[in-house]
């Protein structure tokens, strides 16, 4: 068993006619699960009602909430069986932070902007 804390982004998706007192009711149920499971919440974000890229179960709408957690990976695995359980939440997803932030995701995208300035730079001697 893994024992280390790990940080994590979990986002999840419910369901659109879930009024304002059961949406607190439904980030209190998740709170306590993050808990029930070693965990901590760390920040929580509610994006509001959005519209969907494709329907799930029916609904084109939902209540995004997302959510800072420090949690065992083993916790993160218990709390995804649960989530999948829970009635309201339509949807939910958890990334790792440390997988999200590394850094060479970044510099590829600087190696690819230095050649588009050079390119920029040779036609306009040719335009005058």
């Not at 879930?18 to 149920?29: H, M, P, R, S, Y």
């Not at 699960?33 to 799930?56: D, F, K, S």
């Not at 609904?59 to 218990?78: F, N």
């Amino acid at each position: 068993m893994s024992r280390s804390v790990r940080n994590y982004e979990l986002v999840f998706i419910v369901h659109p006619e879930v009024d304002d007192e059961g949406l607190a009711a439904v980030i209190k149920t998740v709170k306590g699960l993050v808990e029930r499971n070693n965990g901590q919440v760390t920040q929580v974000n509610q994006w509001g009602l959005r519209r969907l890229a494709y329907p799930i179960k029916k609904q084109w709408e939902g209540q995004y909430v997302l959510m800072h957690i420090d949690m065992s990976p083993d916790g993160v695995a218990e709390l995804e069986r649960s989530l999948g359980l829970a009635e309201q939440v339509i949807r939910h997803l958890v990334v790792r932070l440390d997988e999200v932030e590394a850094p060479a995701v970044e510099e590829p995208k600087a190696k690819a902007v230095e050649p588009a300035e050079e390119a920029d730079e040779s036609p306009e001697p040719v335009a005058e």
